[in-house]
């Protein structure tokens, strides 16, 4: 068989999710017809691609090398077609992003659909992830533009400050600390405390400060993503520290409490980057501007007001 660019991005869709089986709902294809893909490949280079680890696949040497050139021709292919919309403008192209959770379903949606409503004919797709893989697809050239919490000191991404986000503590309505409109951290030590995902940038920005303040939690749960967190939280099984655009909804129906923590920097900048050597494409400049200009959503989310304390 004849090497083309569906047997490519297919071993390439398999390697990112180490099995054949998870790749087939971004495939879009059916389990033997995956099968046949991969072993034609192998056929045709005349050696294996993967090799079998307990329940995943893992590249051999032969697929890490052939994973390095196929992306770098989906790259050019990539870099080909904005040459050639840039002759057009932004009447046509393809943006992609890459974010991590919290940025990704709460901060960056409502500006790519304001931005798909200015140019209807840009093509956008949107990666959430941890901090870790947005790094990479950037790196990689996967994606145009990667959105992170904590800055990343790399001399291969220049970085820009997207907006400023202010985290909260939430609590339950039923919570002793409910009625309170702001905390020390000497209130949070017996609490259980629900922390994300240790890869996420709201982690790292927690531990940090804590470390600062000296404190240290006597109960914690680690929870995977902010929703969960947020029903956990409600049901009053502990506590946590979110971004307060993550809770805007909950705090206004009363579902959940926001409380400020008076002795914890709890404000941090999202940045958006990409690769400081590569140019960007017109989609990805023309978004890159878009949000640039935009004063008004740097401002963290407003929460209502806080019932007083007794």
């Not at 403008?89 to 949606?109: D, E, K, N, Q, V």
């Amino acid at each position: 068989m004849d090497v083309n660019l569906s047997n490519l991005r297919t071993f390439l869709t398999v390697a990112k999710f180490r099995g054949i089986t998870r790749a087939l709902g971004e495939l879009h294809l059916t389990q033997p017809a995956v099968s046949r893909q991969i072993h034609g490949l192998e056929e045709y280079l005349g050696t294996p691609l993967f090799l079998r680890k307990g329940r995943f696949l893992a590249l051999t040497e032969a697929g890490q090398i052939l994973e390095q050139y196929s992306i770098r021709v989906f790259q050019l292919l990539t870099e080909a077609q904005e040459e050639i919309d840039n002759l057009r403008g932004l009447t046509r192209g393809h943006l992609r992003i890459s974010a991590t959770t919290t940025i990704g379903i709460y901060m960056i949606p409502d500006m790519l659909g304001e931005f798909k409503a200015q140019f209807p004919g840009i093509e956008i797709s949107l990666t959430i992830s941890n901090k870790e893989e947005v790094l990479h697809q950037v790196q990689a050239g996967m994606a145009d533009l990667g959105f992170v919490g904590p800055p990343v000191p790399s001399q291969e991404l220049a970085m820009d400050t997207y907006l400023e986000d202010d985290m909260v503590l939430i609590v339950s309505p039923h919570h002793r600390l409910a009625t309170w409109d702001t905390v020390s951290t000497r209130e949070l030590i017996e609490e259980m405390f629900l922390l994300p995902d240790r890869r996420s940038g709201a982690r790292e920005i927690i531990e940090e400060e804590l470390r600062r303040t000296g404190v240290s939690l006597m109960h914690t749960m680690e929870l995977g993503s902010t929703e969960a967190i947020k029903k956990a939280v409600a049901a009053n099984l502990g506590v946590s520290i979110v971004s307060s655009r993550a809770v805007t909804l909950e705090a206004m129906i009363g579902h959940i409490c926001a409380i400020r923590v008076s002795d914890l920097n709890l404000l941090r900048k999202v940045y958006m980057l990409h690769l400081r050597n590569s140019p960007l494409s017109s989609a990805a400049e023309g978004f890159w501007h878009f949000l640039s200009n935009r004063p008004d959503k740097r401002e963290g989310a407003a929460l209502p007001p806080a019932p007083s304390r007794p």
